[in-house]
């Protein structure tokens, strides 16, 4: 258990649907990062928040929004499905400066 | 801007070294070194500071010249489990990772 939690784990939904996956951070650490990973492809940087705030934005689609709340857990919702969104999405956290500790991802497949 | 990593790919024989290396064009604050087995995420190896230092994880430690922008992974004596994808990332001044496109590494028996 590397600390940082995701749910659920594998999600099936047809194109067109909207859905929201959680993330909650290792105890202690304000960054939380979410990645896209297609199918043997490298991590694409999505969205960066830190303590609450937006830090930083990578690719992300119009169609994608996240949040983190006060208790520091964090939401990315992804709408209007495509089969293109298909893939594994993570989590990860990391304090002021230091190593990224990744959840165990939410393999989406879109059908 | 992505940091280039070299080889693509290895194949080793369980017991030889291999050495990974990741470049940037741009001045770097740290480079970041990972480790991801298929299907499984991505798992902290080292960070490296500016400043050249070196350092180590059981058999596998690494380098970072920071006058030539560059980062080096060293794999000694592969294990079975060495095997994956390793991902380098460098941090500019912002706190932001980018990453590389990732090296395949495979151990043969």
């Known amino acids: 258990d590397s600390g940082v939690t995701q749910t659920p784990k594998h999600l099936i939904t047809a194109t067109g649907q909207r859905v929201t996956l959680r993330c909650s951070p290792r105890s202690g650490d304000l960054s939380v990062y979410w990645y896209q990973q297609s199918l043997d492809q490298g991590l694409q940087f999505l969205i960066q928040y830190y303590n609450g705030e937006e830090r930083a934005k990578g690719n992300i689609l119009e169609r994608f929004s996240a949040q983190q709340f006060p208790d520091l857990h964090s939401e990315l919702n992804l709408s209007s499905l495509e089969l293109g969104d298909s893939a594994l999405y993570f989590c990860?956290?990391?304090?002021?400066?230091?190593?990224?500790?990744f959840g165990s991802g939410t393999r989406l497949t879109v059908v | 801007q992505q940091p280039v990593q070299s080889p693509q790919a290895v194949i080793l024989r369980e017991g030889e070294d291999a050495v990974i290396n990741c470049s940037s064009s741009k001045a770097l604050y740290s480079v970041h070194w990972y480790r991801q087995k298929h299907g499984e995420a991505p798992v902290f190896l080292m960070i490296?500071?500016?400043g050249g230092e070196q350092k180590g994880h059981e058999k596998i430690s690494a380098s970072f010249n920071e006058k030539k922008q560059q980062s080096s992974l060293y794999l000694t004596a592969s294990q079975l489990s060495y095997s994956g994808t390793y991902f380098c990332?460098?941090?500019?001044?912002?706190?932001?990772?980018?990453w590389g496109a990732g090296t395949k590494l495979i151990i043969k028996p």
């Open positions: 490296l500071l500016k």
């Open positions: 990332g460098t941090e500019l001044s912002n706190y932001q990772l980018i």
């Open positions: 990860a956290s990391s304090p002021q400066s230091g190593g990224y500790t």
